[in-house]
């Protein structure tokens, strides 16, 4: 079992920057790859940024490449997702999640987590 919990968003200015945090809580956390997720109001949850269990391995949504970096710390069980020159664009909330199965590289599809954060608000204003 691997339960989430997302802090650090907020209200932002457009060009700003905000960094993510994502705690997690069990032992199998290090074995498991982990993704950000958002939803914009009225609008399906897309994929952000996935990192491999190892942290040897990232992706990115084309819409956030080159401005948004995901990290994990697996000795504090953290994830983070670094946020910069952030547009109105970008507000969501944003979910934290594991992936189901362990030793995964970091899934695009939301299907393949299972275990997720209950979300931190993000919003940019133009």
């Known amino acids: 079992q691997v339960q989430l919990v997302e802090s650090g968003g907020g209200l932002v200015q457009a060009g700003g920057s905000l960094r993510l945090s994502c705690a997690a809580s069990?032992?199998?956390?290090?074995?498991?790859?982990m993704g950000w997720f958002r939803q914009a109001l009225g609008k399906e949850r897309e994929f952000v940024a996935v990192i491999s269990w190892s942290g040897g391995s990232t992706t990115y949504a084309d819409s956030v490449k080159g401005r948004f970096t995901i990290s994990r710390d697996n000795a504090k069980n953290m994830v983070y997702l670094q946020m910069n020159s952030l547009n109105p664009e970008d507000t969501a909330v944003y979910y934290c999640?594991?992936?189901?199965?362990?030793?995964?590289?970091?899934?695009?599809?939301?299907?393949?987590?299972?275990?997720w954060g209950q979300g931190t608000q993000v919003t940019v204003s133009s």
């Open positions: 069990g032992r199998s956390f290090s074995r498991r790859g």
């Open positions: 999640a594991a992936e189901e199965s362990p030793y995964g590289l970091g899934s695009r599809r939301s299907y393949e987590y299972g275990y």
